[in-house]
């Protein structure tokens, strides 16, 4: 590739179109993020699925708790709700993929509770 080409951002291989800059893009931007850090979106095939990042799961899920926190009253009824439960489904489903994760507990531990 030649240095112009690199350069201009008209090239043929950076035109396409790109969507609006809006909150909801952002949101659903750091939601995506957290997905493929927890291993739920993977492009590729199978087994080169990687496994779960919790550590930079967790700080998407918590980026985009400080991104509304600092918003609270300057969204507008649709944004608060995208934010909210984007937050309420990462959540969730770090902790159920968190929870899958582990390893199961050696039968003498569970005998041992009996």
Same mark, same amino acid.
């Given at each position: ?8 951002? *008209?090239?043929? *291989? ?20 957290? *997905? ?10 199978? $087994? ?23 918003? $609270? ?12 439960? @984007? ?13 899958? @994760? $582990? ?7 569970? @005998?041992?509770?009996?």
């Amino acid at each position: 590739m030649a240095d112009s080409e690199a350069v201009n951002p *008209e090239s043929q *291989e950076n035109n396409f179109p790109l969507p609006a800059p809006t909150f909801e893009f952002l949101v659903l931007s750091l939601k995506m993020q957290a *997905e493929m850090h927890m291993g739920l979106i993977h492009f590729g095939e199978e $087994k080169d699925r990687p496994k779960p990042n919790f550590r930079v799961a967790r700080h998407s899920i918590d980026l985009l708790a400080m991104l509304g926190d600092k918003t $609270k009253t300057n969204l507008s009824i649709e944004e608060q709700r995208l934010l909210e439960n @984007s937050l309420t489904e990462l959540r969730f489903r770090y902790v159920q993929i968190l929870e899958t @994760s $582990k390893e199961p507990e050696s039968p003498q531990v569970e @005998s041992k509770a009996e």
